[in-house]
């Protein structure tokens, strides 16, 4: 699984950060959705994606009204160097087993990014910006209960007990 750490970083650093991470599972989800078998599977994935293409328009709108507080520092969790290489596969994905691994290492880089959203909510002084975090927030976290139902539901139906 993925470790996080804090690193202290400039806003400016988080939010190319986080785009990059969002486009970044736009494409991992798109290219699952392509290689799944499973129709609810390929759906699901499709609507990450959707919901990831937001969240980088989203955080790239906070960028752009935000230029003159690129450079306030803050703590933030981010996942180590080389996270999205663990999803690499040209496999057909034909069972809900790939959902699974992903979902169980992706849900500390989702209650990161919950926490760094959370913490620029705070530094930011922008109103609409802050609901936009707000907005992001309330995204993440449903995304969060949506992956950890994955895992709970994965794990209970394919128990070894």
Same mark, same amino acid.
């Given at each position: 699984?993925?470790?996080?750490?804090?690193?202290?970083?400039?806003? %400016?650093?988080?939010?190319?950060?986080?785009?990059?991470?969002?486009?970044?599972?736009?494409?991992?989800?798109? /290219?699952?959705?392509? @290689?799944?078998? $499973?129709?609810?599977? /390929?759906?699901?994935?499709?609507? !990450?994606?959707?919901?990831?293409? /937001? *969240?980088?328009? &989203?955080?790239?709108?906070?960028?752009? #009204?935000?230029?003159?507080?690129?450079?306030?520092?803050?703590? &933030?969790?981010?996942?180590?160097? %080389?996270?999205?290489?663990?999803?690499?596969? $040209?496999?057909?994905?034909?069972?809900?087993?790939? !959902?699974?691994?992903?979902?169980?290492? *992706? @849900?500390?880089?989702?209650?990161?990014? !919950?926490?760094?959203?959370? +913490?620029? /909510?705070? #530094?930011?002084?922008?109103?609409?910006?802050?609901?936009?975090?707000?907005? !992001?927030?309330?995204?993440?976290?449903?995304?969060? +209960?949506?992956?950890?139902?994955?895992?709970?539901?994965?794990?209970?139906? *394919?128990?070894? *007990?």
């Amino acid at each position: 699984m993925a470790v996080s750490e804090f690193n202290s970083i400039t806003v %400016g650093e988080f939010l190319d950060f986080a785009i990059e991470l969002e486009t970044e599972a736009v494409k991992k989800y798109v /290219k699952f959705a392509e @290689l799944s078998t $499973d129709e609810n599977l /390929k759906n699901i994935l499709s609507n !990450l994606s959707e919901v990831c293409a /937001k *969240h980088s328009r &989203m955080v790239y709108k906070i960028k752009t #009204v935000t230029k003159s507080e690129h450079t306030k520092t803050m703590n &933030m969790m981010l996942p180590p160097p %080389g996270y999205w290489e663990m999803f690499e596969s $040209d496999e057909p994905i034909s069972s809900w087993r790939i !959902l699974y691994e992903a979902s169980k290492t *992706h @849900l500390s880089i989702e209650e990161n990014m !919950l926490y760094n959203y959370s +913490k620029l /909510k705070q #530094v930011l002084l922008n109103q609409d910006i802050k609901e936009t975090l707000e907005e !992001l927030i309330d995204d993440e976290t449903s995304h969060l +209960k949506i992956m950890t139902e994955i895992v709970k539901n994965y794990e209970r139906t *394919h128990s070894t *007990h």
